[in-house]
């Protein structure tokens, strides 16, 4: 790609009951990386001018509108500042100052044959300290996997620290509103990989990111643990894209029998389990119906 314009790429964080003081530190990180950042603020008990600051845009909302619609907001101001692309941001991603250089030069260098629908830092799970591995969708499985190159081409990535271009995103669409939580990122991967876009990976740069609430360990391997309520989006998300989507047969096959695992892995292992047992239920019930938005 052409030499990429650093400050013509704006930053979008979404906020909903932070930890401020590691926001706050998050944030010192961001804005020597980026000169336009975009905050929305989903909860309405944060005092919000404790972040004025002549880079800083704030977006307050009412409400917790969701992380697919609080992007959105983030999306559109940043398309009104004339921004050429969109990083987006969870509140709990950490990054070092040289983050934006760093993942300009590769998108710069990038000479793959693919048109690029967005690039994905690698990222650290603070909750296990575990470096994440890329998922790829194998004849009918998904499957994780390092790769020694610069670029790799995952069948899908987290939302977090993904810089997309402005045009791809005009061209695929904004994030759904409707899934509210989980699955945002996996629906719009997919969306772009349909007009024949490349989810790329940069595998040079990495960012540090809290994933779950907790993990466990079990037969040598460490499991990421969810909330309850977070299990009810992921399963209903899952279910309200199989149905509606036209996405590859082989993809919906592959992560219904993975969530089926999860599902089993969760009433079986964790202590809590007729919470999950409910939730994950309830969440099957309302995909199936079409029921969508805020959980209620």
Same mark, same amino acid.
């Given at each position: 790609?052409?030499?990429?314009?650093? *400050?013509?790429?704006?930053?979008?964080?979404?906020?909903?009951?932070?930890?401020?003081?590691?926001?706050? !530190?998050?944030?010192?990180?961001?804005?020597?990386?980026?000169?336009?950042?975009?905050?929305?603020?989903?909860?309405?008990?944060?005092?919000?001018?404790?972040? %004025?600051?002549?880079?800083?845009?704030?977006?307050?909302?009412?409400?917790?509108?969701?992380?697919?619609?609080?992007?959105?907001?983030?999306?559109?101001?940043?398309?009104?500042?004339?921004?050429?692309?969109?990083?987006?941001? *969870?509140?709990?991603?950490?990054? *070092?100052?040289? @983050?934006?250089?760093?993942?300009?030069?590769?998108?710069?260098? =990038?000479?793959?044959?693919?048109?690029?629908? +967005?690039?994905?830092?690698?990222? !650290?799970? +603070?909750?296990?300290?575990?470096?994440?591995?890329?998922?790829? +969708? %194998?004849?009918?499985?998904?499957?994780?996997?390092?790769?020694? %190159?610069?670029?790799?081409?995952?069948?899908?990535?987290?939302?977090?620290?993904?810089?997309?271009?402005?045009?791809?995103?005009?061209?695929?669409?904004?994030?759904?509103?409707?899934?509210?939580?989980?699955? #945002?990122?996996?629906?719009?991967?997919?969306?772009?990989?349909?007009?024949?876009?490349?989810? #790329?990976?940069?595998?040079?740069?990495?960012?540090?990111?809290?994933?779950?609430?907790?993990?466990?360990?079990?037969?040598?391997?460490?499991?990421?643990?969810?909330?309850? &309520?977070?299990?009810?989006?992921?399963?209903?998300?899952?279910?309200?894209? =199989?149905?509606?989507?036209?996405? *590859?047969?082989?993809?919906?096959?592959?992560? @219904?029998?993975?969530?089926?695992?999860?599902? &089993?892995?969760?009433?079986?292992?964790?202590?809590?389990?007729?919470?999950?047992?409910?939730?994950?239920? !309830?969440?099957?019930?309302?995909?199936?119906?079409?029921?969508?938005? %805020?959980? !209620?």
């Amino acid at each position: 790609m052409e030499k990429i314009n650093k *400050d013509s790429i704006s930053c979008v964080i979404v906020l909903y009951k932070p930890d401020l003081d590691y926001f706050f !530190k998050n944030l010192a990180n961001h804005k020597k990386n980026f000169k336009k950042i975009i905050i929305v603020n989903n909860d309405n008990s944060i005092d919000t001018q404790q972040f %004025e600051d002549k880079n800083i845009y704030v977006i307050n909302n009412k409400k917790n509108l969701g992380i697919a619609k609080a992007l959105n907001q983030g999306i559109l101001k940043s398309k009104k500042l004339g921004c050429a692309m969109v990083t987006l941001f *969870d509140q709990d991603t950490s990054i *070092d100052e040289y @983050f934006l250089k760093n993942m300009a030069d590769k998108i710069a260098e =990038y000479k793959g044959k693919m048109k690029p629908g +967005l690039f994905s830092p690698q990222y !650290k799970n +603070l909750v296990n300290g575990i470096l994440s591995k890329n998922i790829y +969708l %194998e004849s009918l499985r998904l499957i994780r996997k390092n790769s020694n %190159e610069i670029y790799s081409y995952p069948y899908f990535t987290i939302t977090s620290g993904t810089i997309i271009p402005v045009d791809v995103l005009d061209d695929v669409g904004l994030m759904k509103d409707e899934l509210f939580m989980d699955y #945002i990122d996996i629906d719009w991967c997919l969306r772009a990989k349909k007009k024949n876009y490349a989810i #790329i990976s940069i595998n040079t740069v990495i960012i540090h990111h809290n994933l779950g609430q907790s993990s466990i360990n079990i037969f040598g391997h460490n499991y990421i643990i969810h909330s309850p &309520v977070r299990m009810y989006y992921y399963f209903r998300n899952a279910i309200l894209l =199989y149905k509606k989507e036209p996405f *590859d047969v082989r993809w919906k096959f592959a992560d @219904f029998f993975r969530n089926l695992m999860k599902f &089993v892995f969760y009433i079986i292992f964790i202590n809590n389990r007729i919470d999950y047992f409910r939730y994950i239920l !309830k969440g099957y019930f309302h995909g199936i119906i079409g029921r969508s938005g %805020e959980h !209620k």
